[in-house]
């Protein structure tokens, strides 16, 4: 007698179904994307963050000019030319003018501070989006309503002396520096 053995049929399959590489494929894509999305934030906090160093550093610059042109920025406001400083990149374009006031060529106070002015207009220019930066008396530069500063100057006499740089930031955070000199 012959007896018959039988064998079952058992396949072990090793590997992964195409369902599981698809999953996993997917997950790694959402991973990638999400890094991506956090490196351009980084990005552009990064450049706001350079843009609000330099125009501080500008406005701290500009201070310092009128700190040593003393003569000129000492004058009543109507005639002080470091307050009828108003320009708007966007608005005016790029400033025109100007004659140098370093080297051979020796300038008074009056055309010491339109150098001033002129260099700090090309700086606005230069280096921000859509710059603007006014000098003005302003005693109370915060909006309330708005709980940020407020780009219009009060003009109140003997109001402290504010030099406000800003550019085109974002809609959460306009780009916005203020520097409140004495």
Known sequence: MQSRISHRSSHVYRGFTMIEVLVALFVLALG???ASAAQ??????????ALSSEAALLAA???????ANANVA??????????????????????TGGSPCFGAGACDPSALAAFDLHETRLAVHEGFP???IAVC??????HDSY???RWECGGEAGAPL??????HGTAEAPGYVLLVAR
């Open 74 to 95: 000492g004058l009543p406001d109507g005639a002080n030319p470091y307050l009828s400083l108003d320009y708007d990149a966007l608005a005016e374009g790029p400033p």
């Open 61 to 67: 610059s500009l201070a310092a000019r009128m700190q």
């Open 32 to 34: 990638v994307v999400g």
């Open 130 to 132: 859509a710059g603007r």
């Open 137 to 142: 008396r302003d005693g109370a530069p915060w």
């Open 162 to 167: 504010a030099i406000k740089v800003g550019w």
């Open 40 to 49: 351009l934030a980084a990005q552009r906090t990064r450049e706001q963050a």
């Open 147 to 149: 709980k940020r500063y």
